[in-house]
Structure formats: C-alpha cells, structure tokens
C-alpha cells in the first residue's frame, strides 16, 4: 500500500451491523458493512461480550483487502457511553475501557467501537482513538435543569453526526463553525436536535431517554401522568418500561413498522393513519427545532436536516415549509460519521490537534 498518506481504519459498530473503512488520509480505500444476524448475536449474554466476535470479522475484512494490521498507523471507533465529556478526540486507555466494557454509564452497541480496537493497538504499538461520543456534553447550566431537582436534562445525543454536518454546512458558508449558530436536527432510528451556539451545543434533546419528538421506533417526550398510569395499569417493571420507551414507541407503535420509507410511501398514497402519523412526527420534529431557535435567542445562521428519515421526499418538503421562516435549511442526505472518525484520527496524526484524556 501507498505510505504517502497514513493509513486510518475505522470501526462503527451499531446495533445490527459493524461499519468499517480504510481511509487513505482523507481517501476512502474500501468501506463495508458487516451484518450480524439476530441468530449470530444471541448466543451472547449481552453487547459487550460481541467484541471478540466483531473483531474477528473486522480483521478478516482487512486481510480479505491484503491489508496487514501492521499497515495502519491509527485505529478509529465510535465513542459509546461513557461519562460526560466535551466534543473532541480522546485516545483510548484502561479507564475508558473498563466504563465501556463494565457498561457503568449504560449498555450500547456503540460500547463497542473502543473495545474491538484496543488489541490492535497494542498489538501494533499504534493509536487507538474515539471521537465525539454520544455523551459529548456542552450543555449550558441552564438547560440541565429540569421540572425535579433529582432528575436533571443530560447532553446524550448523535454527536459525531450532528458535529460532521455541522462542520460541512460551515465549510459551505466559508465560515468557522466556531463563529456559527446552526439547529441541527438528526432524523434516524433516534431523533436529537441540538442548538449549535459558536462551535459548542448549548442545548440538545436527549434521543435516548424520552425528551423530544417520538422517532421510528422511540415514544419521545409523553404526557407524564398519562405514562405514569399506563405501567401501573400494564404493570410494566422498570426495564419494560425503558424498553416500551426506547425500542417499542414512536412509528413502530402507531404504525407496526418502524421503516420510514414505507410509512411515507402509504402516506403519499393517501393512507389515512400513515398520513396523520406520519404528519404528526414532521409537526414534532418542526417543534423541536422551533424551541432550539428561542434557545439561541432567533440569531440562526442555518437549520442542518440529516439522517436516514431525512432521504423521505414528503418529509424534507413539510420540514422545510415549517421551519424555513427560521433561517436557510441545509439537507446532508449522505452519512458523514466514518468520514469524521478518519478525519479526527487524521488530526492527531498531522499534530493538528491533541487527543484528549479520558
């Protein structure tokens, strides 16, 4: 392989799937994404005991492209939930993985990126890194407070995407992202909407607790008493609860499927629930950008639309008659995230930038 530019692979894992990539530099030289089966994944006990076994298909995928370990200069994950952090890279170390791997701060799959790099690195004496995790936490004081003293707002959102979008609209503009104000909205499986004040988020909805609009599969924001008198009558325990909350709501519980595409192809067609339903997430998502905009006092550069809902016509069309007032709206339909991992990586690389410490 080429050594003018160093060589960054980059691991994604998501719930389903583990995205890789091979940059070259800023050069992509292959990308894929390795499938796993529910078949294949339930004969773990829980996501963290996946790493070995994601790791293995990794490796197998570079060797496949006749790429040795010993050819990478830096190795690249998604960051999972740890604790709060600001935006940024930090490089892997022990601390950090025993918060992933012991799923102190929550289990995701995204735990994983960290753990299935590490023997790597050390196999190779070269760098191992995540960057903006979705813990990224730039909140201002004022938007942690809450309705109960024991119950704060917390900062948990797609920060590696929403950072990515907001980095290219800048670059678009011709100005920093530093001396930006953006709404950017992440449309997906998890919905979060963040108001991007001068380079930090300021105030985002946190898609992985019930705050902010429903999303496909995902109940949002709910009437409280309404939620509180429905697990009794269900006599949900906490862990069904959560899971009704975050895995069994939103799209998927109106509908009874959480495909995005399918929705807004039956509700362009004139399915009277799909359209309503479907009307309704749009009118949800607006409402959330719309208080994002009070929360920076309506001096908006831009509104940032990304995410794979975002690819839905119908949707993009109502998004941006409702919002448009606003500020000019900016549509990312590609995925950005491998991109900004390798670039990150590149940073620190280069001597750009200086990894963090966890």
Known sequence: MSRKRPNIYVVNPGSTSTKIA?????????????????RATARFDN?????????????????????????IDAFVGRGGLLRPVPGGIFKVNRRMLGDLSSCKYGEHASNLGALIIWPWAQSTGKGAYIANPVVVDEM?????????????R????????????????????????????LIVAHLGGGVTIGAHCRGKVVDVTNGLEGDGPMTPERTGALPLLGFLKYIAAKKLSASESARLVTREGGLLAHLGTNDCRRIEAKAASGHRKFKLVYDAF???????????????????????????????????????????????????????????????????????KRAKVY
């Open 22 to 38: 091979l940059f070259a530099g800023t050069k992509v030289v292959f990308e894929e994404e390795l499938k796993h089966s529910r």
């Open 282 to 352: 749009i009118y949800q998502v607006a409402k959330g950008i719309g208080a994002m905009a009070t929360v920076l006092a309506g001096k908006v550069d831009a509104i940032v639309l990304t995410g794979g809902a975002i690819r839905g016509p119908m949707l993009r069309r109502q998004l941006r008659r409702r919002v448009r007032f606003l500020a000019p709206v900016h549509v990312i339909i590609e995925n950005l995230e491998m991109e900004a991992l390798a670039l990150a990586a590149l940073e620190v690389l280069t001597g750009r």
């Open 140 to 152: 201002a004081d004022v938007a942690r407070i809450s309705g109960h003293p024991d119950i704060p």
């Open 154 to 181: 917390k900062s948990i959102f797609h920060a590696l995407s929403q950072k990515a979008v907001a980095a290219k609209v800048a670059a678009r503009l011709g100005k920093p992202y530093e001396k930006l104000n």
């Open 47 to 71: 996501v963290v005991a996946q790493a070995d076994f994601r790791r293995r298909m990794a490796a197998d995928a570079l060797a496949e492209h006749k790429v040795a370990l010993a050819d």
